[in-house]
């Protein structure tokens, strides 16, 4: 029974996440898209996104078969991974680094080796730990920065650089994690996985603002062309092409503040072309029926 509840949990699980991804993009345009979306849709909504899923799968399973957050750890050992009550993790070695270089520094074992590798790995670690602790004031303010782009002065690669920060981001909690639930295995698996999902949830939301006041903001990406009625309808510089489902093709009027919704199957030589630097390319994917 175990081995078809989990896959079923998982799939809803790919489902909901699939559907907030068209969620938050078109209720930014007070578009309820669900009613505008097929049951094969819904059902495979997430595709879209499994390129950054499977990126963002394999970065956390590298991360958890190399234990990186073992790192600081006794791995053979796991009991003795506690300086008395404290976890010997990041956080611990941030706040007694000046007394692990002097202990290191008291050795009086230059010659050695292993030595010199204890430094680099102490230095590496160390260096990592400031770096992740900074993103506890960091990734808020992107994040805030990314959904509120008109007010913000950030670079606009900062949504897509979410994916990226949030990774460290799950590391630097996985220490609070540890600290949480120290003889719990099952807890900590939990609040692992929750604390994964809840931050990629924010970053596809994030994301999705971000595209989405572009083009409130007269910045698309793609332009179209195509005939409805027997009249030629074309994106500029006050109406900006939204995007498609399987049924229905979006445009949003700035002038009017109005969406307008046409039915592919009204639509007639339809032409899409990417924008970039305010210049349209030359080359063209059309399709015409």
């Not at 499977?54 to 234990?67: H, K, M, N, P």
Request: glycine share 4%; net charge positive.
């Amino acid at each position: 029974m175990k081995s078809l509840y989990n896959p079923t949990i998982l799939y809803a699980l790919l489902v909901f996440i699939g559907f907030l991804n068209y969620h938050s993009f078109y209720i930014t345009f007070d578009i309820q898209i669900a009613p505008f979306l097929t049951l094969g849709e819904l059902l495979l909504s997430f595709m879209p996104l499994t390129i950054p899923i499977l990126i963002t799968i394999a970065f956390f399973s590298f991360f958890q078969l190399a234990g990186i957050t073992a790192l600081a750890y006794n791995v053979k050992n796991p009991m003795d991974n506690y300086d008395g009550d404290e976890p010997n993790d990041f956080l611990f070695r941030i706040k007694n680094a000046p007394k692990q270089i002097r202990e290191v520094l008291k050795l009086k074992k230059w010659k050695s080796g292993l030595t010199y590798i204890n430094l680099l790995i102490f230095g590496i670690q160390f260096l990592v730990s400031i770096f992740l602790f900074l993103f506890i004031v960091l990734y808020p303010t992107y994040l805030i920065g990314s959904l509120y782009p008109e007010s913000s002065k950030f670079p606009d690669s900062t949504a897509n650089s979410l994916w990226v920060i949030s990774l460290f981001w799950i590391f630097l909690f996985d220490s609070f994690i540890i600290r949480a639930f120290k003889d719990r295995q099952n807890y900590k698996f939990l609040a692992r996985g929750s604390l994964f999902i809840l931050i990629s949830i924010g970053v596809i939301v994030s994301m999705n603002r971000k595209h989405a006041f572009d083009i409130l903001n007269c910045q698309p990406t793609t332009g179209v062309d195509f005939i409805y009625n027997g009249q030629k309808v074309s994106s500029d510089s006050t109406k900006m092409f939204i995007g498609l489902t399987e049924r229905y093709l979006f445009i949003r009027d700035i002038s009017k503040g109005k969406n307008l919704i046409y039915k592919l199957e009204e639509i007639k030589y339809l032409e899409m072309e990417s924008i970039e630097s305010n210049e349209l390319p030359k080359n063209k994917n059309k399709t015409g029926k």
